[in-house]
């Protein structure tokens, strides 16, 4: 695999959830940055799929993102879709334009939300600072402000505990960080967000409390792709210690998603697509930030 445009590194490790002979679904652990910048140019997620797929992704090229079609943030796990033909590159990239991807995320946050489920329909704008002061990393950062872009979550409540609230909540937009801030600024901060949570959650989880568990999309040869993972190993303690139960993700507990819904799901919000903007939970505002 000469001349690759990514170093390969075998030792980053992800698991494939599905795979054939156009699209790639693997699942990111966490702490693993999906993509190289500025210090991390080696242990990334795309570093990991290079070991193995370098020769088809580097057909891709750079201006198809070597077939990623979108990306998490380092301390968040789950599903990322990555095209192996330049066609289901394309293909994708329009079903993400008309948000015919749906992509479900579980996230454990402090407070049970009002209502048992709704849209969080907030615009969010970006802006650039300092993390800790001065002198530390640059980071992006996202808010809530009528001067950004138009954002939707929706949520669900699947159980609650005096300590706690599991939700499933539904990225219908794709705006950086876009649930950690919509659901803090409903008072339902993710537990371990340090950086958007109080101080009270950042460290009630080993790390922020957020997995993308299912994504269901239209295939580019027809039919709906539609992949579940289950609850992440590495928070199974904090379900436990907070008194829930965990999640179902079977085909028996929620029905398939079939085309009709993913194009009713997709019309009746405005704003801009998530290709041209950041995806949820994008790394880039870990920009300067060390692997430590």
Not at 29 to 58: C, E, I, S
Not at 109 to 121: D, N, T
Not at 205 to 221: D, E, G, M, N, Y
Not at 243 to 255: E, F, V
């Amino acid at each position: 695999m000469a001349n690759l445009s990514i170093e390969p590194n075998e030792l980053v490790t992800y698991k494939v959830a599905y795979e054939d002979d156009q699209i790639l679904v693997v699942v990111k652990p966490a702490r693993v940055v999906t993509l190289p910048g500025k210090g991390h140019d080696r242990n990334t997620l795309l570093n990991g799929l290079f070991a193995k797929y370098g020769n088809v992704l580097q057909n891709m090229g750079r201006e198809k993102e070597f077939g990623l079609l979108h990306r998490l943030d380092r301390e968040t796990s789950g599903l990322v879709i990555v095209a192996l033909r330049p066609s289901a590159y394309d293909h994708l990239v329009e079903m993400f334009k008309s948000r015919r991807v749906a992509k479900f995320y579980w996230a454990l946050v402090q407070e049970a939300p009002k209502r048992p489920s709704g849209v969080i329909q907030k615009p969010i704008a970006e802006k650039t600072m300092r993390k800790g002061g001065r002198h530390g990393p640059v980071m992006k950062l996202a808010r809530i402000s009528n001067l950004g872009k138009p954002a939707a979550t929706a949520y669900r409540v699947l159980e609650s505990s005096r300590l706690a609230t599991l939700l499933e909540c539904r990225a219908i937009t794709g705006k950086l960080h876009q649930l950690r801030v919509h659901l803090t600024s409903i008072g339902c901060p993710i537990l371990g967000d340090d950086i958007y949570g109080p101080e009270s959650v950042r460290d009630a989880s080993p790390r922020l409390a957020l997995h993308a568990h299912r994504v269901a999309f239209p295939h580019p040869s027809g039919g709906i792709v539609d992949v579940r993972v289950p609850w992440p190993a590495d928070l199974r303690g904090v379900l436990k210690r907070l008194g829930i139960a965990k999640p179902d993700n079977t085909k028996a507990a929620a029905a398939p998603i079939e085309e009709a819904e993913l194009s009713a799901q997709a019309s009746g919000i405005d704003g801009t697509d998530e290709i041209e903007s950041d995806g949820i939970g994008d790394e880039e505002p870990l920009l300067g930030e060390d692997e430590a």
